[in-house]
């Protein structure tokens, strides 16, 4: 995570319980999202799960797309 910090990642979303942590960081550039990169550690499993998109999404159309999941998953 450190290394994505130095190129400019930032952290968008981070949850941790006892047999995950999910961290999700972003690149911005004028107002969209250029990458968007989430890692996923599932202890239960011994999984690790990493995925790097190259996207042009705007923060606020995220933020809508992440809030819309949290709502369903409830």
Same mark, same amino acid.
């Given at each position: 995570?450190?290394?994505?910090?130095?190129?400019? *990642?930032?952290?968008?979303?981070? !949850?941790?319980?006892? =047999?995950?942590?999910? %961290?999700? /960081? +972003?690149r911005?550039?004028?107002? *969209?999202?250029?990458?968007?990169? !989430?890692f996923?550690n =599932?202890?239960?499993? %011994?999984? /690790? +799960?990493?995925?790097?998109?190259?996207?042009?999404?705007?923060?606020?159309?995220?933020?809508?797309?992440?809030?819309?999941?949290?709502?369903?998953?409830?």
């Open positions: 995570m450190r290394d994505l910090s130095r190129e400019g *990642f930032e952290p968008l979303v981070q !949850v941790r319980s006892k =047999d995950q942590q999910i %961290d999700v /960081v +972003i911005e550039k004028k107002d *969209f999202v250029r990458n968007l990169v !989430v996923i =599932d202890n239960e499993d %011994d999984e /690790v +799960i990493f995925i790097s998109l190259k996207t042009k999404i705007h923060l606020d159309d995220l933020q809508a797309i992440i809030n819309d999941a949290i709502e369903d998953s409830e």
